[in-house]
Structures are given as C-alpha cells and as structure tokens.
C-alpha cells in the first residue's frame, strides 16, 4: 500500500479506520510522512483519550530526576499527611507509586467510581477513599482510569506545581510543543461531550476543580505533538540533543511486566505504557478510539494515529504494524 493508497483506504473506509483524523511518522529521526481527514489540520487536537497515561508516567520520571520524589517506592500516604484514612482501612497504608504506575493498586468497588469522584470537590481526595480494600496488595493487574487521579495530586504535593503547568515547563516547551491550558467541564454534560464529540480541539488538558490535570485522560495533542513525545522515548530521553529525561527512566518504564490470567491482547505492561512485543521492545501510549504513539526501536520508527471518539476501537496497533509500518 502507498501513501496515497493509504489515505484513501481511510477516507473510503467503512470500518474502525474511518475515525482517524492525523496520521504521523519519522523513520530514522526524519519526518516521513504526515496526514490528515476529516477535514482536521495538522496542528489540530484530539482527545488523546489513555493515552493520557503514558505522558503521565514521563511527567513522574522528571519529578524523579528532580529530586521532587524521592522513588517510585515511596509510600503514596507519605505525599499526603493530612489524608484521614477510613476507619479499619489499612491496606492503604502500604500503597507505593510503583504499585499505580504499573496498575497493580488495589481498590474497593468494581470498575471506576466515576460519578463520585468527579462530582466531588477534591478529585483526589475521593480517589483516596477507594485505594486499599480488604483483600490486600494481590499484585493483580488492575486497570483504572479516574482513580488514578491519585498521581497528579500526589505530583502536585511533591512539585507544587499545578499538572499543565509543570507539563509546560518541563516536556511541552522543550519539545517545542504549544502551551497547553487548562479545561474545565462545568458540568456532567459537558464532561461528556469533551470526551465524544468529534470536532477538533485545542491544546487544552481536561482539569478537575482544582486545575489538576486528569492523567488518565483529557490530554488532547495532535499526532505531529505526540510524534515528539515517541521521538523523546525512543531516543532515551534526548530531544534535538538536549536531555529532557533520563535514559535510566526511559528503560524502567517500558521495562514489561506481565499480566496474569487476563486476555488483554498478549501485551505486557510497563509504567503506563503498554509493551507490544517484549523481544524487539516494541512499546506504545495507546487511549480508546485507537489514539496511538507507537515506538519501534528495532526499525526505528515512531508512528502516531490521532483519532476522534469512537468506542471500542483497540486494534490501532495491529493497523499500524500491518499498513503504516510497511510504507516506511
């Protein structure tokens, strides 16, 4: 397939492409090719979606190497001493950022409170409240969205900076990335439609009350932005020669740890990023509607998809490596 065959698969296609908006790749450090439908610009936004996550993790590892926290280790309570703990929780207690960033915390309840966490006044807070249980540190993968809202307080605490702002500073303007702002949904409805309307969006970063950037989701970036965020990983942390993060995070993150007795398409998991293939250390951000930012060191290829909402669509990688890939 060619590129031009390439861009008219999408535009004609009928199935789970036909909601890609941008398309980017470099192979060898160089641009090699970018696209766009629906009537998207390149420097348009979509809703990133989990993705959201793995910039997240990278946003952890510059705390890191600041000296801001101390080790992925440390206890989560420790960054907040004035939390009150439920009375006989203490599983909690326990809790490291290792065990958040690698989705083996554990939490009361089924699925993701979504509802009382973002209704509350403190997001974080009201995650808080779900993180232990009875059953203990299991270690079992266990996959959540807005609880993880515990990341960007406990960010918050240790940096005092606000999640865009320290974003900003730190990875977004040495990347030559556009500002982002803040966004925040005034109500219920309006959280909703920033998650599936399909129009394109703005460098913003969906907040809660606080201005704390959600790090589950609510990133919204374009795929040339995100190709920037895979360019930085797959050169170890170095951005046009200038070191943004250190090789030894890049490494720990996407170092893959297995998940057990679940069917979650043969991959492993690393620091909130998802590893595609453990023995050409393929590694990949990937959110609902199939929005990307896929690393492959062994070719040397970076390949992002930026797509607008479209429920269920997790197969991006599998296009990627059979479409994408072959025209580089």
């Known amino acids: 397939m060619t590129k031009d065959e390439l861009h008219r698969y999408i535009e004609e296609s009928k ?58 280790d440390d206890k989560v309570l420790d960054y907040f001493p004035d939390y009150k703990v439920k009375r006989g929780e203490k599983t909690i207690y326990d809790v490291t950022i ?31 409240d779900f993180l232990g249980g009875r059953n203990g540190l299991t270690g079992e993968f266990n996959y959540k969205t807005v609880c993880l809202h515990i990341l960007t307080g406990l960010l918050y605490k240790a940096t005092k900076m606000k999640t865009v702002d320290y974003a900003n500073a730190y990875l977004f303007e040495p990347l030559g990335i556009k500002p982002y702002s803040v966004f925040i949904a ?13 129009t394109p969006k703005e460098n913003v970063w969906f907040c809660d009350t606080e201005n704390l950037g959600t790090p ?25 020669g ?40 393929i590694y990949a951000a990937i959110g ?6 896929y690393i492959n060191p062994e070719k040397n290829n970076v390949i992002t998809v930026a797509s607008y909402f479209k429920p269920t669509v997790m197969d991006r990688v599998d296009f990627i490596r059979e479409h994408i890939e072959n025209i580089l």
């Open 15 to 72: 199935g789970n492409e036909n909601n890609i908006c941008q398309i980017c790749a470099y192979k060898d450090g160089q641009m090699v090719y970018s696209d766009t439908w629906h009537d998207y610009k390149k420097d348009d936004c979509v809703h990133i979606m989990s993705a959201t996550k793995s910039i997240t993790a990278l946003l952890i590892g510059i705390a890191l190497d600041k000296g801001q926290i101390k080790s992925i």
């Open 98 to 128: 290792k065990h958040l960033l690698t989705m083996r915390a554990p939490y009361k309840g089924k699925g993701d409170p979504w509802s009382k966490v973002c209704s509350s006044d403190n997001w974080t807070y009201t995650s808080l």
């Open 186 to 198: 005034k109500s219920a409805e309006e959280h909703k439609q920033f998650t599936i309307e399909k």
């Open 216 to 240: 589950g989701y609510g990133l919204c970036m374009s795929a040339e932005d995100m190709a920037k965020i895979g360019l930085l990983c797959l050169n170890n942390g170095v951005y046009n």
């Open 242 to 281: 200038k070191r943004i993060i250190s090789s030894s995070w890049i490494e720990e993150m996407t170092h893959p740890r297995k998940i057990e007795n679940q069917n979650w398409q043969g991959m492993e998991y690393g620091y909130l990023w998802w590893i595609i293939d453990r023995k050409k250390k």
């Open 288 to 293: 609902n509607s199939g929005n990307v930012i």
